[in-house]
């Protein structure tokens, strides 16, 4: 079915490893993004694309760097994990950034640093 | 600054009670506004959206109307299903990137 994939859905990483999270959408969409999910916290987001080329950070940026490989496909990557980046991690995109557009949304990656 | 205020949960409703979830916006600008719902071990999907004033959206027999004078969206729908059961989040969007989220509502449905 057509949407948004990650990969990883599960990740277990050490205090310090590196790991990247990868994100693809099908729908065509120029504006990808990347959320967190925390109890009680709702969803915070960490860096957006609005197009293929441009990145820019979201309201808790620290800690995480993005890559808009292409229109396609949009990676987050945790340089050195800590125990604060525990969460569940959502990749999301839409065909503009007009505001009348909703948001796809993949269907997660549940990240866990010890 | 813009937020959002989102009735708090858990909500739990026998099945085919009448669901009424309260939202509310910060009224700096005109926002388009859209709820989501979040169903177990998934993401979320949009739900429903309403762009202008006095606009209904609507999808699975859920409601919700713009109601500019009192910067309000509240979720409704006649008669709940256990299948209903999930988490619904309120998202108004201001401009290109500003886009909030509700901190969700869980609805649990017994049958």
């Known amino acids: 079915n057509a949407g948004v994939t990650q990969t990883p859905k599960f990740q277990v990483l050490k205090t310090g490893q590196s790991m990247t999270l990868q994100c693809a959408q099908d729908m065509n969409h120029n504006s990808m993004y990347w959320y967190r999910q925390d109890p009680g916290m709702g969803l915070r987001l960490i860096y957006y694309s609005a197009s293929e080329g441009t990145t820019d950070k979201g309201e808790v940026p620290n800690g995480y760097n993005v890559s808009r490989l292409n229109k396609r496909e949009f990676s987050l990557r945790l340089e050195s994990a800590a125990p604060s980046q525990t969460s569940v991690y959502f990749c999301?995109?839409?065909?503009?950034?007009?505001?009348?557009?909703?948001?796809?949304f993949g269907s997660g990656t549940r990240l866990t640093v010890v | 600054g813009d937020s959002v205020t989102q009735m708090e949960g858990p909500v739990t409703l026998s099945e085919e009670a009448f669901l009424t979830i309260n939202c509310t916006y910060t009224?700096?600008?005109?926002?388009?506004l859209f709820w989501y719902v979040q169903y177990p071990g998934e993401g979320l999907q949009l739900l429903l959206k309403a762009t202008k004033a006095d606009d209904k959206g609507s999808n699975k027999g859920f409601e919700a109307t713009y109601r500019k004078e009192t910067t309000s969206f509240h979720l409704e729908k006649g008669s709940v299903q256990v299948s209903d059961s999930a988490v619904y989040f309120c998202a108004p969007q201001y401009n290109f990137n500003k886009f909030y989220f509700g901190s969700g509502t869980k609805l649990n449905v017994k049958p």
């Open positions: 009224a700096t600008g005109y926002p388009s």
């Open positions: 999301a995109s839409r065909m503009t950034q007009g505001e009348t557009y909703g948001y796809t």
